[in-house]
C-alpha cells in the first residue's frame, strides 16, 4: 500500500537515517547531506532530457561523490551523437546542488573550454552550454516551462541497509524551446513538438544496483499527457508509476512487462488496470562504462506507445503511436 507524504520535512535524521518513506506529488522533502553517515558514498544528479520525434538532448549536473558527470548529449535514432563532457574528480557536494527540486538555484561550472550554467525558477529552468568538442563547438540554449503549480513525483525508498536511500523527483511535459549545436549539426526544439523532464536524484545507494524506468509527454487534443514508470529499491512504501494530465499527478498501483529482447515488444499491465500498453521499439540508445571501481551498462530504448490511459476520475485516455522511452541499468559505483 502506497505511503504519501503529506508534510514537509527534512530527509534525515540526527543519526543519518531517513525520516520517512514513501511518495509525493510536490518536491516536499529537503535533502540535509550534512547528517549523511557516509558522505563518500553520497550521490546527487540533476539530469535533463529534452525530446521530440527526431532527437534527444541529455544534460547532467552531478557527483557520485569521487566522480563527477556534467555532460551534454545530442543523439537522433539512427545512431549519430554528440557529446561535451566535463570529467571533475572527487568534487564531493561542492558544485552546490540545490535541497530540493523547486529550490530556485544556479547552477555553474566553468573552465577554459566548457560553460554550463542551469537556472532553476519558478515554472521555468534555463540551460546554458558553451564547450569545445571533437565535432566542433558546442552551443546550446533551452528553456524549459511550465506552470508553477505544476505536479511530478517525489519517492523516497528505502534499500537493505537502514542508511541507504533513494531521494528523487521526477517531472513532465516541460514546454522545450531552444537549440542544440555541436559543430555545423544544429536542432532546433520546438514547443508543442518537444518536451522536457527532470530526473532530480539524491541517494546513498548499495555498491551494486539495477532499475527499470519509462517515461514521456506529448500533447493530445490541447491537453498535456505523461506517465513515469519504473522500479529502484524496496518499493513496499511507494512506486514512481504515475499519469500526468495537464500538469496533475495521479498516482498508479504496480506495473510489470514482458518482453522477449530490447529490440522486440515490450508489453506493460498495471495491477490497477490504469496503464496497459504496447510498446514497439525503434531504437536502443546504448551506453556502457567500465573503469576499475565504476561500472555501468544502459539500455535505453525509444519507441512507439499505444495503448491506455487512466485517471483518478475514471476518464480514460487512448494513446497512440506516442513517442517515449523506457531503460534497464545496471551498475556497479
Not at 35 to 64: A, C, M
Not at 69 to 93: C, K, S, W
Not at 102 to 131: F, M, Q, W
Amino acid at each position: 500500500m502506497s505511503q504519501k507524504l503529506l508534510v514537509p520535512a527534512k530527509l534525515l535524521n540526527e543519526y543519518g537515517l531517513p525520516i520517512q518513506f514513501g511518495y509525493a506529488t510536490k518536491p516536499i522533502v529537503e535533502t540535509n547531506p550534512g547528517d549523511l553517515r557516509h558522505p563518500i558514498r553520497y550521490k546527487e544528479w540533476d539530469f535533463y532530457q529534452i525530446s521530440d520525434r527526431n532527437w534527444t538532448l541529455q544534460v547532467t549536473f552531478g557527483h557520485v561523490s569521487y566522480a563527477g558527470a556534467i555532460n551534454a548529449v545530442l543523439f537522433d535514432y539512427a545512431g549519430n551523437r554528440y557529446e561535451a563532457t566535463l570529467p571533475l574528480l572527487f568534487p564531493m557536494q561542492s558544485l552546490g546542488l540545490a535541497a530540493t527540486a523547486a529550490t530556485p538555484c544556479h547552477l555553474s561550472k566553468h573552465t577554459k573550454n566548457y560553460k554550463i550554467d542551469i537556472d532553476v525558477g519558478d515554472g521555468e529552468r534555463k540551460i546554458i552550454v558553451d564547450a569545445s568538442t571533437k565535432a566542433g563547438p558546442c552551443r546550446i540554449k533551452m528553456s524549459l516551462s511550465y506552470p508553477c503549480d505544476s505536479e511530478g513525483i517525489l519517492v523516497v525508498t528505502p534499500f537493505e541497509k537502514p542508511d541507504q536511500f533513494y531521494h528523487n523527483y521526477k517531472q513532465n511535459c516541460m514546454i522545450a524551446s531552444g537549440y542544440a549545436q555541436f559543430g555545423e549539426v544544429r536542432v532546433e526544439f520546438k514547443p508543442d513538438e518537444a518536451f522536457g523532464l527532470i530526473d532530480w536524484g539524491r541517494g546513498v545507494l548499495p555498491y551494486r544496483h539495477s532499475w527499470w524506468w519509462g517515461n514521456g509527454s506529448t500533447l493530445i487534443d490541447g491537453h498535456y499527457v505523461g506517465f513515469n514508470i519504473g522500479v529502484f529499491g524496496n518499493t513496499s512504501y511507494a512506486t514512481e508509476n504515475t499519469v500526468f494530465y495537464d500538469y496533475k499527478a495521479h498516482k498508479l498501483g504496480n506495473i510489470s512487462f514482458r518482453r522477449d529482447s530490447y529490440m522486440s515488444p515490450w508489453t506493460f499491465t498495471s495491477d490497477d488496470n490504469r496503464f496497459e500498453f504496447v510498446f514497439t521499439p525503434v531504437f536502443d540508445n546504448f551506453t556502457s562504462l567500465n573503469l576499475l571501481i565504476a561500472h555501468n551498462r544502459c539500455h535505453q530504448v525509444f519507441g512507439k506507445w499505444n495503448g491506455k490511459l487512466v485517471l483518478n476520475n475514471g476518464k480514460k485516455l487512448e494513446i497512440k503511436d506516442m513517442f517515449a522511452f523506457v531503460e534497464e541499468a545496471h551498475n556497479r559505483w
